[in-house]
Protein backbone atom coordinates (compact mmCIF):
# COMPACT_ATOMS: atom_id res chain seq x y z
CA UNK A 1 0.00 0.00 0.00
CA UNK A 2 1.19 3.43 -0.63
CA UNK A 3 2.42 5.52 2.56
CA UNK A 4 0.42 8.76 3.10
CA UNK A 5 1.85 11.48 5.25
CA UNK A 6 0.47 14.83 6.93
CA UNK A 7 1.87 17.90 5.90
CA UNK A 8 -0.60 20.42 7.21
CA UNK A 9 -2.53 21.11 9.75
CA UNK A 10 -4.91 23.99 10.38
CA UNK A 11 -7.23 24.91 13.24
CA UNK A 12 -10.08 26.65 14.72
CA UNK A 13 -10.55 25.47 18.14
CA UNK A 14 -11.46 26.77 21.66
CA UNK A 15 -7.95 26.61 22.64
CA UNK A 16 -6.71 28.83 19.65
CA UNK A 17 -7.48 30.62 16.09
CA UNK A 18 -4.78 27.95 14.32
CA UNK A 19 -3.18 24.94 14.96
CA UNK A 20 0.18 26.34 16.76
CA UNK A 21 -1.71 28.37 19.41
CA UNK A 22 -3.94 24.90 19.84
CA UNK A 23 -0.98 22.75 20.19
CA UNK A 24 0.30 25.28 23.15
CA UNK A 25 -2.59 25.55 24.88
CA UNK A 26 -2.79 21.64 25.25
CA UNK A 27 0.66 21.13 26.10
CA UNK A 28 -0.02 24.29 28.86
CA UNK A 29 -3.02 22.50 30.20
CA UNK A 30 -5.48 25.48 29.06
CA UNK A 31 -9.14 24.86 29.52
CA UNK A 32 -11.29 26.36 26.52
CA UNK A 33 -14.44 26.02 28.74
CA UNK A 34 -16.19 29.06 29.56
CA UNK A 35 -19.99 30.39 31.04
CA UNK A 36 -22.37 31.27 28.11
CA UNK A 37 -23.18 34.93 28.19
CA UNK A 38 -26.49 35.07 25.81
CA UNK A 39 -29.59 36.31 27.08
CA UNK A 40 -30.91 32.31 26.22
CA UNK A 41 -28.86 30.45 28.26
CA UNK A 42 -29.42 32.34 31.20
CA UNK A 43 -32.44 30.06 32.31
CA UNK A 44 -30.82 26.62 30.93
CA UNK A 45 -30.00 23.72 33.08
CA UNK A 46 -26.30 23.70 31.59
CA UNK A 47 -25.07 27.21 30.39
CA UNK A 48 -21.14 26.47 30.08
CA UNK A 49 -19.64 25.33 26.58
CA UNK A 50 -16.44 25.46 24.46
CA UNK A 51 -16.83 28.28 21.76
CA UNK A 52 -13.73 28.67 19.40
CA UNK A 53 -11.18 31.07 20.99
CA UNK A 54 -11.10 33.32 17.87
CA UNK A 55 -13.82 34.30 15.70
CA UNK A 56 -13.65 33.43 11.63
CA UNK A 57 -11.96 35.95 9.68
CA UNK A 58 -14.78 35.19 6.98
CA UNK A 59 -15.93 38.07 4.16
CA UNK A 60 -18.92 39.88 5.69
CA UNK A 61 -20.59 39.06 1.96
CA UNK A 62 -19.32 35.58 1.73
CA UNK A 63 -20.35 34.11 5.92
CA UNK A 64 -23.60 35.28 4.52
CA UNK A 65 -24.14 31.91 2.43
CA UNK A 66 -22.07 29.87 5.05
CA UNK A 67 -23.19 28.18 7.80
CA UNK A 68 -21.12 28.68 10.93
CA UNK A 69 -19.85 25.03 10.62
CA UNK A 70 -18.62 25.76 6.98
CA UNK A 71 -16.80 29.24 7.88
CA UNK A 72 -14.95 27.31 10.40
CA UNK A 73 -14.30 24.52 8.12
CA UNK A 74 -13.11 27.35 5.68
CA UNK A 75 -10.46 29.11 8.15
CA UNK A 76 -8.40 25.38 9.39
CA UNK A 77 -8.78 24.19 5.63
CA UNK A 78 -7.08 27.40 4.31
CA UNK A 79 -4.78 27.36 7.24
CA UNK A 80 -3.64 23.60 6.22
CA UNK A 81 -3.04 24.07 2.57
CA UNK A 82 -1.07 27.51 3.07
CA UNK A 83 0.90 25.07 5.62
CA UNK A 84 1.49 21.99 3.19
CA UNK A 85 3.16 24.73 1.24
CA UNK A 86 0.59 25.21 -1.35
CA UNK A 87 -1.13 28.38 -2.52
CA UNK A 88 -4.74 29.36 -2.73
CA UNK A 89 -5.72 30.25 -6.80
CA UNK A 90 -2.83 28.39 -8.37
CA UNK A 91 -4.11 25.91 -10.33
CA UNK A 92 -0.40 24.06 -10.83
CA UNK A 93 0.24 23.43 -7.08
CA UNK A 94 -1.98 20.30 -7.23
CA UNK A 95 -3.63 18.64 -10.31
CA UNK A 96 -6.95 19.32 -9.68
CA UNK A 97 -8.67 16.08 -10.96
CA UNK A 98 -5.54 14.18 -8.32
CA UNK A 99 -7.01 16.25 -5.27
CA UNK A 100 -9.67 15.38 -2.76
CA UNK A 101 -11.77 16.71 0.33
CA UNK A 102 -13.08 14.56 2.79
CA UNK A 103 -14.61 16.75 5.89
CA UNK A 104 -16.92 15.17 8.34
CA UNK A 105 -19.64 16.66 10.77
CA UNK A 106 -22.22 15.11 12.93
CA UNK A 107 -24.87 17.46 12.75
CA UNK A 108 -23.95 19.27 10.23
CA UNK A 109 -25.73 23.50 9.32
CA UNK A 110 -27.75 23.50 12.37
CA UNK A 111 -27.69 27.32 13.01
CA UNK A 112 -28.83 27.86 9.30
CA UNK A 113 -31.90 25.52 9.58
CA UNK A 114 -33.12 26.79 12.96
CA UNK A 115 -32.41 30.82 12.25
CA UNK A 116 -34.51 30.15 9.31
CA UNK A 117 -36.89 28.26 10.86
CA UNK A 118 -37.78 31.16 13.44
CA UNK A 119 -37.46 33.43 9.97
CA UNK A 120 -40.29 31.96 8.48
CA UNK A 121 -42.37 32.16 11.33
CA UNK A 122 -41.90 35.20 12.53
CA UNK A 123 -41.47 37.28 9.19
CA UNK A 124 -42.52 34.62 6.74
CA UNK A 125 -41.64 32.88 3.68
CA UNK A 126 -40.38 35.60 1.76
CA UNK A 127 -37.78 36.22 4.19
CA UNK A 128 -36.26 33.01 4.41
CA UNK A 129 -32.99 33.01 2.76
CA UNK A 130 -32.53 31.68 -0.67
CA UNK A 131 -29.03 29.95 0.88
CA UNK A 132 -30.86 28.25 3.76
CA UNK A 133 -30.34 24.71 1.92
CA UNK A 134 -26.64 24.89 0.51
CA UNK A 135 -26.06 26.26 4.07
CA UNK A 136 -27.63 23.65 6.25
CA UNK A 137 -26.60 20.80 3.91
CA UNK A 138 -23.97 18.67 5.96
CA UNK A 139 -22.09 18.04 2.88
CA UNK A 140 -21.68 22.00 2.71
CA UNK A 141 -18.33 22.30 4.63
CA UNK A 142 -17.10 19.91 2.30
CA UNK A 143 -18.13 21.52 -0.84
CA UNK A 144 -17.02 24.73 0.40
CA UNK A 145 -13.22 23.79 0.68
CA UNK A 146 -13.27 21.85 -2.07
CA UNK A 147 -14.49 25.02 -4.52
CA UNK A 148 -12.15 26.93 -2.57
CA UNK A 149 -9.46 25.15 -3.93
CA UNK A 150 -10.19 23.36 -6.94
CA UNK A 151 -10.51 19.49 -5.80
CA UNK A 152 -12.20 17.31 -8.86
CA UNK A 153 -10.76 13.96 -7.55
CA UNK A 154 -13.94 13.29 -5.08
CA UNK A 155 -15.20 15.30 -1.99
CA UNK A 156 -17.03 13.20 0.86
CA UNK A 157 -18.65 13.98 3.79
CA UNK A 158 -19.21 11.19 6.40
CA UNK A 159 -21.76 11.43 9.04
CA UNK A 160 -21.22 9.37 12.00
CA UNK A 161 -21.66 11.41 15.38
CA UNK A 162 -18.68 11.71 16.83
CA UNK A 163 -16.75 9.43 14.58
CA UNK A 164 -17.37 11.41 11.62
CA UNK A 165 -13.82 13.27 11.20
CA UNK A 166 -11.84 10.08 12.18
CA UNK A 167 -13.69 8.49 9.60
CA UNK A 168 -13.12 11.07 7.26
CA UNK A 169 -9.55 10.82 7.69
CA UNK A 170 -9.68 7.19 7.08
CA UNK A 171 -11.51 7.64 4.13
CA UNK A 172 -8.93 10.21 2.53
CA UNK A 173 -6.18 7.45 3.66
CA UNK A 174 -8.22 4.81 1.37
CA UNK A 175 -8.62 7.66 -1.42
CA UNK A 176 -4.79 8.32 -1.91
CA UNK A 177 -3.96 4.49 -0.83
CA UNK A 178 -6.16 3.14 -3.90
CA UNK A 179 -4.90 5.66 -6.22
CA UNK A 180 -7.74 8.08 -6.67
CA UNK A 181 -6.23 11.18 -5.52
CA UNK A 182 -2.34 12.15 -4.55
CA UNK A 183 -3.54 14.76 -2.23
CA UNK A 184 -6.66 15.30 0.34
CA UNK A 185 -7.84 17.44 2.75
CA UNK A 186 -9.47 15.86 5.54
CA UNK A 187 -11.11 16.47 9.15
CA UNK A 188 -14.22 17.55 10.34
CA UNK A 189 -16.26 20.62 11.37
CA UNK A 190 -18.94 21.13 13.69
CA UNK A 191 -20.60 24.34 15.37
CA UNK A 192 -23.90 23.43 17.09
CA UNK A 193 -23.59 25.62 20.83
CA UNK A 194 -27.28 26.43 20.52
CA UNK A 195 -30.06 26.06 22.99
CA UNK A 196 -31.99 23.03 21.03
CA UNK A 197 -29.06 20.56 21.13
CA UNK A 198 -27.62 21.82 24.98
CA UNK A 199 -31.66 20.90 26.05
CA UNK A 200 -31.60 17.64 24.66
CA UNK A 201 -28.39 16.79 25.41
CA UNK A 202 -29.03 17.92 29.02
CA UNK A 203 -32.32 15.85 29.06
CA UNK A 204 -30.44 12.54 28.28
CA UNK A 205 -28.17 13.63 30.83
CA UNK A 206 -25.13 13.53 28.74
CA UNK A 207 -23.87 17.08 30.18
CA UNK A 208 -21.67 18.27 32.76
CA UNK A 209 -23.88 20.90 35.22
CA UNK A 210 -21.02 22.65 36.99
CA UNK A 211 -21.98 25.52 35.83
CA UNK A 212 -19.99 27.25 38.76
CA UNK A 213 -16.78 26.29 37.88
CA UNK A 214 -16.57 25.87 33.41
CA UNK A 215 -12.67 25.27 33.64
CA UNK A 216 -13.09 22.26 35.55
CA UNK A 217 -16.17 20.60 34.29
CA UNK A 218 -14.88 18.55 31.42
CA UNK A 219 -12.84 15.74 33.71
CA UNK A 220 -12.05 12.29 31.84
CA UNK A 221 -11.94 9.40 34.33
CA UNK A 222 -12.03 11.50 37.60
CA UNK A 223 -14.55 9.76 40.16
CA UNK A 224 -16.40 13.61 39.98
CA UNK A 225 -17.40 13.43 36.42
CA UNK A 226 -20.72 14.22 35.25
CA UNK A 227 -21.01 14.79 31.56
CA UNK A 228 -18.86 16.14 28.78
CA UNK A 229 -19.05 19.96 27.70
CA UNK A 230 -20.04 21.14 24.34
CA UNK A 231 -17.66 22.65 22.56
CA UNK A 232 -17.71 23.88 18.28
CA UNK A 233 -14.22 24.40 15.95
CA UNK A 234 -12.98 22.61 12.77
CA UNK A 235 -9.50 20.87 12.40
CA UNK A 236 -8.49 20.21 8.83
CA UNK A 237 -4.94 18.67 7.37
CA UNK A 238 -3.35 18.11 4.38
CA UNK A 239 -2.48 14.19 3.66
CA UNK A 240 -0.58 13.28 0.48
CA UNK A 241 1.05 10.15 -0.47
CA UNK A 242 5.01 9.85 0.05
CA UNK A 243 5.97 9.88 -3.15
CA UNK A 244 4.06 12.77 -4.01
CA UNK A 245 5.21 14.85 -1.06
CA UNK A 246 8.34 14.09 -1.33
CA UNK A 247 8.80 15.01 -4.88
CA UNK A 248 7.49 18.85 -4.00
CA UNK A 249 9.77 18.81 -1.04
CA UNK A 250 7.34 19.09 1.65
CA UNK A 251 7.76 19.31 5.61
CA UNK A 252 5.95 15.77 7.07
CA UNK A 253 4.75 15.77 10.52
CA UNK A 254 4.19 12.01 10.55
CA UNK A 255 2.32 9.24 9.23
CA UNK A 256 -1.46 7.88 8.59
CA UNK A 257 -0.16 4.56 9.09
CA UNK A 258 -3.66 2.79 9.54
CA UNK A 259 -7.20 2.99 10.35
CA UNK A 260 -9.75 0.61 11.89
CA UNK A 261 -13.43 1.05 11.71
CA UNK A 262 -16.27 -1.20 13.81
CA UNK A 263 -19.68 -0.64 14.88
CA UNK A 264 -21.03 -1.60 18.29
CA UNK A 265 -24.87 -2.53 17.36
CA UNK A 266 -26.14 -1.98 21.23
CA UNK A 267 -27.28 0.77 21.69
CA UNK A 268 -27.98 4.27 19.80
CA UNK A 269 -26.11 6.70 22.30
CA UNK A 270 -24.49 4.18 25.21
CA UNK A 271 -21.85 2.38 24.33
CA UNK A 272 -21.55 -1.55 24.74
CA UNK A 273 -20.29 -1.60 28.38
CA UNK A 274 -18.07 -4.83 27.22
CA UNK A 275 -15.98 -2.32 24.50
CA UNK A 276 -15.95 -5.37 22.28
CA UNK A 277 -16.16 -2.76 18.97
CA UNK A 278 -13.67 0.02 20.37
CA UNK A 279 -11.36 -2.79 21.04
CA UNK A 280 -12.47 -4.22 17.57
CA UNK A 281 -11.28 -0.78 15.97
CA UNK A 282 -7.85 -0.26 17.47
CA UNK A 283 -7.00 -3.93 16.64
CA UNK A 284 -8.37 -3.22 13.01
CA UNK A 285 -6.25 -0.03 12.94
CA UNK A 286 -3.04 -1.99 14.13
CA UNK A 287 -3.69 -4.52 11.85
CA UNK A 288 -3.77 -2.41 8.89
CA UNK A 289 -0.46 -0.54 9.85
CA UNK A 290 1.77 -3.52 10.20
CA UNK A 291 1.96 -2.38 14.14
CA UNK A 292 1.64 -4.80 16.98
CA UNK A 293 0.59 -3.65 20.60
CA UNK A 294 4.26 -3.46 21.43
CA UNK A 295 4.65 -0.51 18.87
CA UNK A 296 2.13 1.56 20.33
CA UNK A 297 3.83 4.35 22.78
CA UNK A 298 0.10 6.85 23.22
CA UNK A 299 -3.43 6.62 23.13
CA UNK A 300 -5.00 10.38 22.89
CA UNK A 301 -8.66 8.58 24.10
CA UNK A 302 -12.38 9.47 23.22
CA UNK A 303 -12.49 10.01 27.02
CA UNK A 304 -15.54 12.26 27.08
CA UNK A 305 -15.83 12.72 30.83
CA UNK A 306 -19.27 10.48 30.94
CA UNK A 307 -19.48 8.10 33.57
CA UNK A 308 -19.56 4.96 31.78
CA UNK A 309 -17.69 6.03 28.52
CA UNK A 310 -14.46 6.70 30.10
CA UNK A 311 -14.81 3.69 32.27
CA UNK A 312 -15.60 0.93 29.02
CA UNK A 313 -13.07 3.00 26.84
CA UNK A 314 -10.17 1.81 29.64
CA UNK A 315 -11.32 -1.51 29.30
CA UNK A 316 -11.31 -1.45 25.80
CA UNK A 317 -7.81 -0.17 25.48
CA UNK A 318 -6.57 -2.47 27.61
CA UNK A 319 -8.31 -5.45 25.60
CA UNK A 320 -6.99 -4.00 22.26
CA UNK A 321 -3.05 -3.98 23.93
CA UNK A 322 -3.27 -6.49 26.24
CA UNK A 323 -0.36 -6.59 29.09
CA UNK A 324 1.52 -3.99 27.33
CA UNK A 325 -1.27 -1.49 27.82
CA UNK A 326 -0.06 -0.06 31.28
CA UNK A 327 3.00 0.94 29.74
CA UNK A 328 1.07 3.31 27.01
CA UNK A 329 0.50 6.92 28.22
CA UNK A 330 -3.13 7.65 27.78
CA UNK A 331 -4.78 11.19 27.69
CA UNK A 332 -8.16 12.99 27.23
CA UNK A 333 -7.90 16.50 25.82
CA UNK A 334 -11.36 17.02 26.02
CA UNK A 335 -10.57 18.36 29.15
CA UNK A 336 -9.37 21.19 27.52
CA UNK A 337 -11.26 21.40 24.37
CA UNK A 338 -14.89 20.23 25.37
CA UNK A 339 -16.52 18.07 22.85
CA UNK A 340 -16.32 18.96 19.32
CA UNK A 341 -18.60 16.24 18.34
CA UNK A 342 -17.91 16.11 14.38
CA UNK A 343 -14.56 17.77 14.73
CA UNK A 344 -13.36 15.89 17.88
CA UNK A 345 -11.45 12.90 16.02
CA UNK A 346 -9.74 15.73 14.01
CA UNK A 347 -8.75 17.74 16.58
CA UNK A 348 -7.59 14.63 18.55
CA UNK A 349 -5.86 13.04 15.94
CA UNK A 350 -3.81 16.75 15.50
CA UNK A 351 -2.61 16.49 19.04
CA UNK A 352 -1.85 12.66 18.74
CA UNK A 353 0.41 13.23 15.43
CA UNK A 354 1.77 16.49 17.51
CA UNK A 355 3.02 14.22 20.66
CA UNK A 356 4.92 11.76 18.53
CA UNK A 357 6.30 14.81 15.77
CA UNK A 358 7.60 16.80 19.65
CA UNK A 359 7.51 14.04 21.51
CA UNK A 360 5.07 15.39 24.26
CA UNK A 361 2.13 14.16 25.21
CA UNK A 362 -0.07 16.76 26.76
CA UNK A 363 -1.71 16.13 30.37
CA UNK A 364 -5.30 15.37 31.21
CA UNK A 365 -6.61 18.16 33.81
CA UNK A 366 -9.11 18.16 36.22
CA UNK A 367 -7.79 14.82 37.17
CA UNK A 368 -8.46 15.41 41.12
CA UNK A 369 -9.71 11.76 42.55
CA UNK A 370 -8.71 9.13 39.14
CA UNK A 371 -11.08 6.00 38.81
CA UNK A 372 -9.26 2.87 40.24
CA UNK A 373 -8.60 0.40 38.93
CA UNK A 374 -8.70 1.86 35.47
CA UNK A 375 -5.59 -0.24 34.51
CA UNK A 376 -4.25 2.66 31.91
CA UNK A 377 -1.58 4.75 32.42
CA UNK A 378 -3.20 8.10 32.62
CA UNK A 379 -0.87 11.28 32.36
CA UNK A 380 -2.29 14.36 34.81
CA UNK A 381 0.86 16.36 32.87
CA UNK A 382 3.07 16.74 29.95
CA UNK A 383 4.83 13.50 29.42
CA UNK A 384 7.50 12.68 27.28
CA UNK A 385 8.00 10.26 24.42
CA UNK A 386 11.44 8.21 24.16
CA UNK A 387 13.50 8.55 21.11
CA UNK A 388 13.34 6.62 18.07
CA UNK A 389 10.30 5.36 16.20
CA UNK A 390 7.23 5.76 17.79
CA UNK A 391 3.17 4.44 17.31
CA UNK A 392 0.13 6.02 18.59
CA UNK A 393 -3.72 5.72 18.09
CA UNK A 394 -6.00 8.05 18.57
CA UNK A 395 -9.72 7.07 19.13
CA UNK A 396 -12.87 8.22 18.22
CA UNK A 397 -16.81 7.29 18.81
CA UNK A 398 -20.06 8.32 18.26
CA UNK A 399 -23.43 8.04 19.00
CA UNK A 400 -25.38 4.80 16.61
CA UNK A 401 -21.86 2.55 17.72
CA UNK A 402 -19.75 4.18 15.52
CA UNK A 403 -16.05 3.45 16.07
CA UNK A 404 -12.89 4.59 14.57
CA UNK A 405 -9.28 4.07 15.09
CA UNK A 406 -6.45 5.87 13.49
CA UNK A 407 -2.77 4.85 13.81
CA UNK A 408 -0.36 7.34 13.44
CA UNK A 409 3.79 7.22 13.41
CA UNK A 410 6.32 9.47 13.61
CA UNK A 411 8.02 7.88 10.11
CA UNK A 412 9.11 10.07 7.47
CA UNK A 413 8.96 13.29 9.56
CA UNK A 414 10.84 16.06 8.29
Not at 221 to 239: K, N, P, Q, S, Y
Request: glycine share 12%; aromatic share 4%.
Amino acid sequence: MKTVVITGFGATTPLGGDAPSTWDSLLAGRSGVRLLEEDWAQDMAVRIAARVAVEPDIDRVEARRLDRSSQLALVAAMEAWRDAGFSVGEENDVERDRLGVVCGTGIGGLHSLLTNWDVLKEKGARRVSPFTIPMLMANAPAANIGLKIGARAGIHTPVSACASSNEAISLGLDMLRLGRADVAVVGGTEAVIHPLPLASFNNMQALSRRNDEPERASRPWDTGRDGFVLGEGAVLMVIETLEHAKARGARIYGTVQGAGISADSHDMVQPDPAGYGQMTAMKRALTEAGLSATDINHVNAHATSTPQGDVTEAGSIRAALGDHASDVIVNGTKSMTGHLLGGAGALETFATVMALYERKVPGTINVEDIEPDLGVDVATRVRGLPDGDLAALNNSFGFGGHNVAIAVTNENIT
